[in-house]
């Protein structure tokens, strides 16, 4: 069992943290918000007054940030970032989702502190999140994947090995591409049957014993009331929020550019989550894309 600081609780890193010091794992946490750490605390995971106070000792730290910016503030900061501060030998687990260089870049200040550091994005969504059975895509080298696996077990089933630093986070992107892709044309269906007199419901049981089959319809159907738990049924809390959809699209759309790659279908559900955004529901989860679809009431 590890010694491990944990950076970032929200609706991700406060389950995933949770889970990591049931497994047995010593856990000190950090966040920014007092109620993110109010409730990790009553389930067993300590809290930290900062990052830096989080790490004292750590062999490993894992961050579930929002973004690279804050990923590169929180290791980097001239002043304040924890990277030079870990030990020799220790492990920088990367949940986030954020951009794959800035991920290399962390990895190359880490190889030259001595610090090995790993992209281990995440799939599987705040469900997945809670019941400890996320996938995580990691990039990095294989010693440092032999030795995340140990901790990674605690918060999730399917561990993969992408390839080098930042080919999780080439996964991740790849991923949450198609997932924005399905859950737009997800929603697109149900509300076309919606519109013809269908229930969402039957129309669902149908589809998903035929072609139509997928992730959204199936873990995370968008119209509400179909699943009882459902962020749909719950008046579209989230979850996962439309901005940080909108900035997983965006960089797939940036990578795209970089790599010379046609994605059509990815650029429009990039517009589209945009635009859905814009109309005030950044915060809303992202299976709420399908009132952008719905006849006015
Ligand atoms: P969130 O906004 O709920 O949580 C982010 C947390 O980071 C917040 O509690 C915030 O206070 C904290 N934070 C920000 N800056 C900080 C700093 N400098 N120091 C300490 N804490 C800081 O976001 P989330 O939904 O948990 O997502 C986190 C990451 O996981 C994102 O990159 C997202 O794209 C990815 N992700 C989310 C889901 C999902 O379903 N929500 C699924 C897979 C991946």
């Known amino acids: 069992m590890s010694t491990v600081a944990f950076i970032g609780l929200g609706n991700m890193g406060g389950p995933m943290a949770i889970n ?13 918000s007092e109620k993110a750490l109010a409730a990790v ?6 809290i930290a007054a900062s990052a830096a106070d989080a790490i004292a000792g750590a062999e490993a730290v894992i961050s579930m940030l929002p973004a690279g910016q804050h990923v590169l503030a929180v290791y980097l900061d001239e002043e304040t970032g924890i990277l030079k501060q870990l030990n020799k030998g220790a492990l920088v687990l990367d949940c986030s989702t954020i951009d794959a260089d800035s991920a290399r870049a962390l990895a190359k200040a880490g190889a030259e502190l001595g610090v090995g550091v790993m992209d281990a994005p995440v799939s599987g969504g705040v469900a997945a999140a809670q019941a400890g059975t996320l996938s995580f895509m990691c990039g990095g080298s294989a010693e440092d994947f032999e030795r995340a696996k140990a901790i990674l077990a605690g918060m999730g089933k399917n561990i993969f090995h992408a390839g080098d630093n930042g080919a999780g986070q080439v996964a991740k992107m790849c991923n949450n591409m198609l997932l924005a892709i399905h859950m737009i044309g997800t929603a697109e269906a149900l509300q076309l049957g919606a519109n013809n007199g269908l229930d969402p419901k039957v129309l669902s049981e149908i589809m998903l014993a035929s072609s139509g089959r997928n992730w959204s319809l199936e873990v995370y159907n968008p119209y509400p ?3 009882e738990n459902s962020a749909a049924s719950k008046g579209y ?8 959809m909108i900035k997983d699209l965006g960089l797939a759309m940036e990578n795209s550019i970089d790599s010379k790659s046609s994605v059509p279908m990815g ?18 989860d992202f299976s709420s894309i399908l009132n952008l679809l719905r006849k006015p009431s």
Do not use: C, I, W
Not at 20 to 32: C, E, Q
Not at 41 to 46: I, L, P
Not at 237 to 244: A, E, I, N, S, T
């Open 20 to 32: 990591l010091a049931k497994a047995g794992h010593t856990v000190t946490a950090f966040d920014l």
């Open 267 to 284: 650029s429009l559900a990039r517009s589209l989550y945009t635009a859905h955004g814009m109309a005030g529901n950044g915060q809303k």
């Open 237 to 244: 809390q989230p979850g996962f929020m439309v901005d940080l």
């Open 225 to 227: 009331g179909v699943q």
């Open 41 to 46: 605390k009553a389930e067993g995971v300590n």
